[in-house]
Each structure stands twice: as C-alpha cells, then as structure tokens.
C-alpha cells in the first residue's frame, strides 16, 4: 500500500498513510500509525468508506508487529465510525476521551468488544508502546469538548487531530506557509470553538521538541513552518469570539 514515511530509525517508524478516499464527497482524512518495537498504535483510522483499505494497509505495513492501540482524538465520524471493525478484527485496545466513550457505542460497539473502549481522563496521559511512553496531550476545545493530541518524544511528531488541517485535498508537506494559510483560515475560525483555548494549548506544547506537526487533515508542518503554525495560532481568533454576535432569536 502506498505511505509515506515521516521517520524511521532502529524499531521505529512513523508511517502517514495514501488518502484513501479521494475524490469522493467524504472530507479528506489522514490515517497515521507508529510502530515500535514490534508494537504499533494506528491514530483516528476513519469511518466505514475506508475501513477495509486503511485495515488491509496498517496489516500490511506492520509486518510482524501487532496492532496494540487504536487512538481516537475525539468523537467525530471521521475518526470513530469504523471503530467496532477494528475491536472486532484485532487485539488492540481503543482510547477516546472521557466524554465519548457511551457515545461511541451509537456507531455500533458489540457487546464482545465494548470494555476494550476505554476513557482518557481530561489531563491526559502516557501510553507505553513497546516500551516507548507516548504522551497523550489535552486539546479540549480544539475542536471537540473533549480533545486529545498525541506526542511521540522519539520522532517528535506532534499528531494535532483537526488542529492544523488545511482543505486543499493535499496530504504532503507544506512548502511555503504563507501561501497554506487561505487553505486552513476559514476552517480554524469556525471549527476551533475558542481562541482561550487555542492559546492555552499554544503555552502547553512550545515546551515539547517538536520536528513535525501532524494533522489529521490535509497537509503536515516540518522545520520552520512548526514555529510559522504555532505563532500564527497563537495570533489567530477564533469560535465563540467571532460568533457571539450572531446569537439572536431568527426574527
């Protein structure tokens, strides 16, 4: 299966997956596994239009390592809807935040595979794969209510959800960021529900050592363009604050 490789060095590799529904009505989505040590994690792996490709894929790519968690950055159908087919069809065990894991459930959870869909508390926390702490990093806000982001220290991959995606149908690198902008703009204002919590989050990872910053939509950021996207987040006003004014009774 075609991907591309973002990093790779001894046991370890950070793989983004071909769009895999292109050209269809279905938004644009970016499916991303880490493996390490013969253990891999697959991030947001779709709804049921692309569940068979991005499976057969994450199979084929893992080789002799095994599927051990399957990472649900938030509730959106995009992310969960094939959830039950991948409980059903491996050993991994699913994290999702607090908020959602009796809303999952409505995609259609059967019962035998119901308790391996468990709650991420709303600080986050350390996953061990392979014996290699990934840290799952709160994004409450950004867009769910219950959000998370996830951070591997040895790639130092920041994996961002819908933070950072762009609508230009591309999944490659972004080249020059100025001109990227008009493509993730209008999207930000109106899906990140609140420039506080945008900036809260902008304070919390210029702490990480970040190489690539990682969407689940559209195109990544690497060297310069990492800091390029965290200022301009940081500048950006979004949510609540654009759209108060339309809170009126339709006369």
Request: charged share 20%; net charge negative; with cysteine.
């Amino acid at each position: 299966m075609p991907h591309t490789t973002l990093f790779e060095s001894g046991g370890h590799r950070n793989i983004l997956f071909d769009d895999f529904a292109a050209g269809g009505h279905a938004v644009q989505a970016n499916q991303h596994l880490i493996v390490h040590n013969g253990a891999g994690m697959i991030l947001d792996p779709g709804g049921h239009k692309v569940y068979s490709k991005v499976l057969a894929a994450t199979f084929q790519t893992l080789g002799g390592a095994k599927l051990k968690y399957i990472f649900l950055s938030h509730q959106d159908p995009d992310i969960v809807a094939a959830t039950n087919g991948w409980l059903m069809t491996t050993d991994a065990t699913a994290y999702v935040s607090a908020l959602w894991t009796r809303f999952v459930p409505h995609f259609g959870l059967d019962s035998l595979v119901e308790k391996r869909l468990l709650p991420i508390p709303d600080e986050g926390m350390k996953l061990d794969l392979g014996g290699q702490d990934l840290l799952i990093v709160p994004a409450h806000y950004l867009h769910s209510s219950g959000n998370f982001h996830v951070y591997d220290p040895i790639s130092k991959i920041l994996y961002t959800g819908d933070l950072g995606a762009s609508i230009n149908g591309k999944n490659t690198e972004v080249a020059d960021f100025d001109a990227h902008i008009p493509a993730m703009e209008g999207f930000h204002k109106r899906y990140m529900a609140s420039t506080r919590a945008l900036r809260a989050w902008v304070r919390s990872v210029r702490g990480l050592d970040i190489s690539i910053i990682a969407p689940q939509h559209g195109q990544y950021f690497t060297g310069a363009n990492v800091k390029r996207f965290l200022d301009w987040c940081d500048s950006l006003e979004c949510g609540i604050e654009l759209l108060e004014p339309i809170y009126k009774i339709p006369s």
